[in-house]
């Protein structure tokens, strides 16, 4: 069984820096996209940032110049760099796969359990 295991979340201040990791746990795992998503309280969780297979990438708008996905095959290990975070950027954020499709938009993700990213005024 495939797991998403999430790591790299805390306390920052605005305008400070982090960097989120989302190990697989199977080593070939056929997944066609890999995603961050994050979720604050009392909203809908939103798509952060994706990467495909294809070598896609898509970010929301609101990240966009600040955000960055990456992943390491080799280390079955997907991250997202956050520069200059905001306070709306506190949120839980989630790593999910797809294997349906390149845009993590399919109906059976799988994700992580969560990371936590607090950023502060």
């Known amino acids: 069984q495939v797991q998403l295991v999430e790591s790299g979340g805390g306390s920052v201040q605005a305008g400070g820096s982090l960097t989120l990791s989302c190990r697989v746990t199977?080593?070939?795992?056929?997944?066609?996209?890999l995603g961050w998503f994050r979720q604050a309280p009392g909203k809908g969780r939103e798509r952060v940032a994706r990467i495909g297979t294809d070598g896609s990438m898509a970010y929301a708008e609101s990240v966009k110049g600040r955000f960055t996905i990456s992943k390491d095959n080799a280390k079955n290990t997907m991250y997202l760099q956050m520069n200059s975070l905001k306070p709306e950027d506190s949120a839980m954020y989630y790593c999910?796969?797809?294997?349906?499709?390149?845009?993590?938009?399919?109906?059976?993700?799988?994700w992580g359990q969560g990371t936590r990213v607090t950023v502060s005024s």
């Open positions: 199977r080593n070939n795992y056929s997944s066609r996209c």
């Open positions: 999910a796969a797809d294997v349906s499709t390149t845009s993590c938009s399919g109906p059976s993700l799988i």
